[in-house]
T-cell receptor, first 112, second 109 residues
Framework: SQTIHQWPATLVQPVGSPLSLECTVEGTSNPNLYWYRQAAGRGLQLLFYSVGIGQISSEVPQNLSASRPQDRQFILSSKKLLLSDSGFYLC???????????FGPGTRLTVL | KNEVEQSPQNLTAQEGEFITINCSYSVGISALHWLQQHPGGGIVSLFMLSSGKKKHGRLIATINIQEKHSSLHITASHPRDSAVYICAVSRGSNYKLTFGKGTLLTVNP
């Protein structure tokens, strides 16, 4: 079965600093990968998804970006964090031929 | 208006009670998902359904495609069922999810 790792688990960063969150996957090949954010008091929101290496689709215009340098690696980045970037970031995957999403443990980001 | 609406927003029950959480959506979907988010933040997929009814243990999920409505039922609720329950819909071939805001369920012993 598949396993999703997210690193780090928690992060506190100052406004204006860069960001790199990593998601790595085990136990499956060529999955669809997703980055979601859950801001305080709000529902989950899709940020980016990827159907393959180097293929990134953005759902919401913002100061974040994503990359997929390897089949099982999905990275969320920012050059300069905003206060509004605080939230719980979840990586998820779908295996080929299924519609069930599997979620990673998440990274809790606080921007001060 | 959100594409996915859940009710109630908060729900408190006594152990053993039968619980129902409702979800309505306003768009065409390929599937509806019920997710459980634990207090630590981790999310688990409970059900994915596109028609009819599914049952897993004490949890039952139903969907009415014509009415664009789904319900999640918990029979004989237990304090360990306390969590946020999230309804989400997927559309299109890329399986992107649109989420409701969640229902916070607290089951008291």
């Amino acid at each position: 079965s598949q396993t999703i790792h997210q690193w780090p688990a928690t992060l506190v960063q100052p406004v204006g600093s860069p960001l790199s969150l990593e998601c790595t996957v085990e136990g499956t090949s060529n999955p669809n990968l997703y980055w979601y954010r859950q801001a305080a008091g709000r529902g989950l929101q899709l940020l980016f998804y990827s159907v393959g290496i180097g293929q990134i689709s953005s759902e919401v215009p913002q100061n974040l970006s994503a990359s997929r340098p390897q089949d099982r690696q999905f990275i969320l980045s920012s050059k300069k964090l905003l206060l509004s970037d605080s939230g719980f970031y979840l990586c998820a995957l779908i295996r080929g031929g299924t519609d069930t999403q599997y979620f990673g443990p998440g990274t809790r980001l606080t921007v001060l | 208006k959100n594409e996915v609406e859940q009710s109630p927003q908060n729900l408190t029950a006594q152990e053993g009670e039968f619980i129902t959480i409702n979800c309505s959506y306003s768009v065409g979907i390929s599937a509806l998902h019920w997710l459980q988010q634990h207090p630590g933040g981790g999310i688990v997929s409970l059900f994915m359904l596109s028609s009819g009814k599914k049952k897993h243990g004490r949890l039952i999920a139903t969907i009415n495609i014509q009415e664009k409505h789904s319900s999640l039922h918990i029979t004989a609720s237990h304090p360990r069922d306390s969590a946020v329950y999230i309804c989400a819909v997927s559309r299109g071939s890329n399986y992107k999810l649109t989420f409701g805001k969640g229902t916070l369920l607290t089951v008291n012993p």
